[in-house]
C-alpha cells in the first residue's frame, strides 16, 4: 500500500466493508521488531529523552525530600487545616489513581471488545498504570501521620486485637487499589514475556542476555507455551474487566457514603469510572504523541489509533458533563438547601475558578473533537489532551475542597491554601511518574511487537489480514 | 483467519417479516386492543382499582418502552464504532426499535390521566399535596402538566424519529447498497446517543421518580438505561433464537458465533445492572437521610422486601453464574430459557419500582397486571409488525454484511 502519500485525514477515511490496516507503510514482523527493539538496544542514547529524563529525576528527588520533611515534620506541612481536613494529598492520590485506569482498560476491556487497534498502544498504556498506581500509592501512605504504623492499613492478625474499620470504604481502597495494582502489574509482565524472549534472543551483551533470560521465564515460542499463553492472557483480562470499574468506584465510595453536601450522591460510582477513563487516556495521549514523534514510531502508532483514542474521550468527557449536569439538576429537584448551596457554592463560591476551570478543560474541551481535522491533527490532541489532564485534576480539586471548605455551619466556613509543600509534592509526583515512565521507554519492549504482528498482514497475504 | 467466500444473500433467500405469518399484526392489534380495554372496564368500578390499573398501565408501558430504547442506543452503538459482526442481527434490533411508534400511542392515556386532573397518580398533579409539602411545590414550574406534556413531546419526536430514520436508511441501503449510507449512519449515531441519553434520564425522572412526593437519586438515569439493555438484549437475543429454530433465519448466517456473542451482551447487561442498583442501594443504606431512604424503606417490607431479595439474587447473582460460562452462552436451548428468564426479572424490577407508591404494604399482583401485559406486548408487537412489512430479515446489501458472516470469534 502506498502510504506515503496519505495525509493524516486520508488515513482516517473509513470505507465501509474495508477493514483498514492497523500497521501503515511496508512493514514487516522483521521491521517491526527492529523498529521496537531498537529503542532499547541502541548504545547511543536519544537527546530528548535523556534532557526530559533529567528534569523528571531533578522533580523526582524534590518528591522524595518532601516526603522526608513531612515525616520528620509532621503533616503540619500541607495546607491541610481546619475545616479542610482532606486536601492536596486525596485530590492527588484521586487524580493518579484515574490516570491508572486506562491501560488495564485498554488491555482488558478492549481485548474483550476484540479491538485489535489496542495492540500497537497497549504495552505503554499498561506501563503508565502500573506507574500512576506507584504514585497514587504514595499519597494516603504519608498521609497517616504516624508513619511509623503504616502497616495498620492492613488487616492482621495481632495481639493488640487491633483492627481497621472494616465499614469504611477508605479501608476498601486499600484492597481495591492493591488489587488493582497487583492484577495490573501481573498483566503487563506476562504480556512482556515474548517480547523479553526477543531481546533476550538479540542481546550482544551478556548481562542482557542473563537479565532478559530471567525476564522471559524461558520462553520459547513453542505452540503450547503460545496455547498457554492465549488463555492465561483471556482469564487475566476477564478478571482484570470488573476491577477497572471496581477500583473508581470505591474511591468515589470514600466521598459518597458520606452525609456531606455534593459528596453523598449516587451517580458518582459511574461518574467516576467514566472520568477515570477520560483522564486515562488523556495521559495516553500526552505521552504516546511525543513518544511516537521522538522514536518514529508513527507506522505503528498511526493517526486512526490517535482518532479512535479521541473518540474515547469525546464520549467519556461527555459523561462527566452528564454527571456535572445531573448532580446539579437533582441538587435542585431534590430540594435540600445543603446541597443546592454546595453547588451553588461551586460554580459561584470562592472557588469558582477553579470549577469554571474544571467545567472549560472536562466538558467543553473534549468536545473540539467532534470536528474531525482536529481529532487527527496530532498537535490539537496533545494540545486537548493536557487541558483534559488539567481539568480532570481540577475536578477532584473542586470535589474535595469546596464541599469541605463550606458545609453546614457557615461558622465553621474557611479556605483553603495550599503551601509550598503541597505544590512541591503535586509537581514532584510527576517527576516519580515521568521518571519511570522514561526509564521503561528505554529498558523495556515498548509496544508489544508479538501481539502486532498477530494483527499484520501475514507474509505473503496480499490483501491484508482480514478481522 | 483465512479467506472467507462471501456468502451473496438477496431478498428471496433470507426472508422477510412478512414471512413470520399471515397478518399477525391484525391479531395481535384486537388481542391488545381488547386485553387493555376488558382490563380497564373490568377496574373502573371502584377507586382503588382504578387507580391499580393505571399504575399497572405505568408499569408496562416502562416495560415496553424500554426494549425500544435499548435497541435505538444499541444500533447507534454499532454504526458508530463501525461493528462488523453484528451486521446479520441489527435488522432485527431496528425492528425492535420501531417499538418507539407504538409506544407515543399507548402514552397518550397517561397525558389524559394528567390532564383530567387525576391525583392518584403523580403527586405534583395534585394541588393539595402541592400545597402541603414545600418540595413538590417548589417544582412546581418543572413539575406540571404543560412541561410534562412538552417534554414528552420532545422525548417521542426523538425516539420516533430516530428510530424511523435509522430504518429507513438501512431499508434503502438494502436496495442500494450505498456504503455512503454506513457512513452517514455513524454521525447520526453519535448524536443518537447523546440524545437517548439525555431523553431516556429524563423520562425516567419525570415518569418513575416523580410518583414520589420526595425521593431523588443521581443514578437513576443509568439505572433505568441499564434496565433497557437488560430488556432490549434478552428480547432480541429470545427473537433471534426463535427465528433460528423456526427456520426464519440461517444458521449459516446467523452463527453460533453471534449468539454467543448476543448472549455476552446480555451478561453485561445483567452485570451492569447490579452495578448501578447496588450502588444506588449502597450509597443511601450508609448515609440513612431519611428523605433518601424513604423509598426504600417501603421497599424493603413485607411482600415488596420479598421482591428486593427476589431481585438481588434473581436479577442479579442467578444469572450472573448462570450465564458466565462459554457454553451456556453458545447453547441455543439454555439461552432461550434465559431471554424468557431476565424478561420476566427486568419486569418484576420495573414492578418493584413503580407499584409500591400506590400500595406501599403490599403487592397487589392479579388479573389486571396479565391482561395489561398481554395487552401492551400485543398493541406494540402489531405496531412493529406493521412498520416492519415486508423488509428483509438481514440487512442484505449492508457493506459489512461479508465480514459478519465470515465473523469467528476466538
Known sequence: MATTTLTPYEEVRETPGHRFPIVLGNNTYHSVTEKICRIAEDPKVNTYWLIFLIISMALASMFVSCVFYLFFTGVGVWGNMNPVFWAWPIVNFVFWVGIGHAGTLISAILFLFRQNWRTSINRAAEAMTIFAVVCAGIFPGIHIGRIWFVYFLFPYPNTMLMWPQFRSPLLWDVFAVSTYATTSLLFWYMGMIPDFATFRDRAKSRVRQVVFSVLSLGWTGSARGWHRYERAYLLLAAMATPLVLSVHTIVSFDFAVSQVPGWHTTIFPPYFVAGAIFSGFAMVLTLMIPVRAIFGLQELITVRHLEHMCKIIMLTGTMVGYAYGIEFYIAWYGGNPYEGFAFYNRAFGPYWWAYWTMISCNVISPQLFWIKSIRTNPIAIFIISIFVNIGMWFERFVITITSLSRDYLPSSWGYFVPTWVDIMMLVGSFGIFFTLFLLFLRLMPIVAMAEIKSVMPMPGDGDGAHH | ?410
Open chain 2, 1 to 410: 483467519m483465512a479467506h472467507h467466500h462471501p456468502v451473496k444473500l438477496d431478498a428471496e433467500t433470507v426472508g422477510n417479516f412478512n414471512d413470520l405469518g399471515e397478518a399477525p399484526e391484525r391479531t395481535a392489534l384486537i388481542v391488545g386492543v381488547i386485553a387493555i380495554a376488558a382490563s380497564a372496564f373490568l377496574s373502573a368500578f371502584s377507586a382503588v382499582n382504578w387507580q391499580h390499573f393505571l399504575f399497572t398501565y405505568l408499569v408496562n408501558f416502562c416495560y415496553v418502552l424500554t426494549f425500544s430504547l435499548g435497541a435505538f442506543f444499541f444500533i447507534a452503538v454499532q454504526f458508530v464504532i463501525r461493528v462488523g459482526w453484528s451486521v446479520v442481527v441489527r435488522r432485527i434490533m431496528e425492528v425492535v426499535s420501531l417499538g418507539a411508534l407504538p409506544c407515543a400511542i399507548l402514552f397518550l392515556p397517561l397525558l389524559a390521566v394528567v390532564w383530567s386532573g387525576y391525583t392518584g397518580m403523580w403527586p405534583w398533579n395534585d394541588p393539595k399535596v402541592i400545597a402541603e409539602n414545600h418540595l413538590v411545590e417548589r417544582r412546581d414550574d418543572w413539575m406540571n402538566p404543560t412541561m410534562f406534556t412538552l417534554r414528552a413531546v420532545f422525548y417521542f419526536l426523538v425516539w420516533v424519529g430516530m428510530t424511523r430514520l435509522i430504518f429507513k436508511k438501512s431499508t434503502r441501503q438494502d436496495v442500494t447498497g450505498d456504503p455512503k449510507i454506513t457512513n452517514q449512519m455513524e454521525g447520526w449515531g453519535a448524536l443518537c446517543i447523546f440524545l437517548f441519553a439525555t431523553t431516556a434520564t429524563f423520562a425516567a425522572f419525570d415518569w418513575i421518580v416523580s410518583l414520589d412526593k420526595v425521593w431523588f437519586s443521581t443514578i437513576f438515569g443509568v439505572y433505568f438505561f441499564a434496565g433497557c439493555l437488560v430488556g432490549f438484549s434478552s428480547l432480541t437475543n429470545l427473537i433471534v433464537l426463535i427465528l433460528l429454530k423456526t427456520g426464519k433465519l440461517s444458521p449459516s448466517v446467523v452463527t453460533v458465533e453471534h449468539r454467543h456473542n448476543l448472549s455476552k451482551i446480555m451478561f453485561f447487561a445483567t452485570c451492569f445492572w447490579g452495578y448501578n442498583a447496588f450502588s444506588q442501594y449502597l450509597l443511601y443504606w450508609y448515609a440513612n437521610i431519611p428523605e433518601e431512604t424513604g423509598w426504600f424503606l417501603i421497599r424493603e417490607k413485607g411482600g415488596w422486601g420479598f421482591l428486593a431479595y427476589v431481585l438481588i439474587f434473581g436479577h442479579f447473582a442467578i444469572p450472573f453464574l448462570g450465564m458466565m460460562s462459554r457454553a451456556v452462552k453458545r447453547n441455543a436451548n439454555l439461552m432461550i430459557f434465559w431471554c424468557c428468564y431476565m424478561l420476566v426479572m427486568h419486569w418484576l424490577d420495573l414492578y418493584w419500582q413503580i407499584m409500591p407508591n400506590m400500595s406501599p404494604d403490599f403487592i397487589p399482583f392479579g388479573i389486571t397486571e396479565v391482561l395489561v401485559l398481554v395487552g401492551m406486548v400485543a398493541f406494540v408487537f402489531a405496531g412493529v409488525m406493521w412498520q416492519a412489512g415486508g423488509t428483509p430479515l438481514v440487512a442484505i446489501k449492508d457493506p459489512r454484511l461479508d465480514e459478519s458472516i465470515a465473523f469467528h470469534d476466538i
